[in-house]
């Protein structure tokens, strides 16, 4: 990727993990719609270059993908679909070999092309593949925030550590936020989020910002199968709206009214009332 320092506006939001099959692709999508619900005008960047899955997720046919923009024998809006609420999606292959290793000159074309997106959306979500390939950092390092996605799991935990450490040597400054999926309640997910806090003061002096979790949800598993994002699926479902509060504080706006979720709670101290904890 070229080296040139470019302005860039907080909307470009990188959504990573450390450890495949924490759900990380599910969040971008139903984060994105539940973005588009706030009448935000949001794009999907698919950056699993060699396996993406973002089109299959949401059962669409796109007819190109990002490979023939990287080989300059398309323009980014030749291949841009349209998912639900409006989101824009930038498909990337499945099984292409080529696209794992990007050379110079399909990163500047595909930098060239994010700019044109980017000045047309609020936000531009990138899905970026697990782990710390060279692909992986780099679209790291474009985006302005990164979300990084973790599970209660151990394993989970220690990558997403590695990918919170390889970001923090390439850019101290860069905003890393965390999300816990699947989590069974606030206690849970905020034991995960005390854990890499804590590891991250004392080895690479900074802090995380916590975004929440999202529920664990049989509904999930469900809304898959039928290629529908949850929020639209089930959209008064625990995990629904769990997103609706993570879109909401992600970006800025009042956070919806959540008054019945009642799936995890705290004692509010100064009313004597219960407040939900999503995010």
Sequence with gaps: ??????????????????????????????????????????????????????????????????????????????????????????PSGSGVRSLTALTAAQWQRLQDALDEVEGSVDFLLVDTASGISDNVIDMLAFAERVLVVTSIEPTAVVDAYAVIKLMSSANSLKEIGLLVNNARDATDAQLVFAQLEVAAQRFLHRRLTYYGFIAHDPAIREAVLMQRPIVDHRPQSAASR????????????????????????????????EAPQCV
């Design 1 to 90: 990727m070229s080296t040139a320092v470019r302005k860039r506006r907080r909307a470009v939001v990188a959504i990573t993990s450390g450890k495949g099959g924490v759900g990380k692709t599910n969040i971008v999508i139903n984060l994105a719609v539940a973005l588009a619900r706030l009448r935000h005008r949001v794009a999907i960047l698919d950056a699993d270059f060699g396996l993406g899955n973002v089109d299959v997720l949401l059962g669409l046919a796109p007819t190109s993908h990002l490979g023939a923009v990287l080989a300059g024998e398309a323009h980014i809006d030749d291949i841009l679909v349209e998912g639900p609420s409006g989101v824009k999606v930038i």
């Design 242 to 273: 769990c997103f609706r509060l993570l879109a909401a504080r992600l970006s800025g706006t009042p956070a919806p009214d959540t008054r019945s979720l009642r799936l995890v709670t705290k004692p509010d101290s100064a009313s004597g009332t």
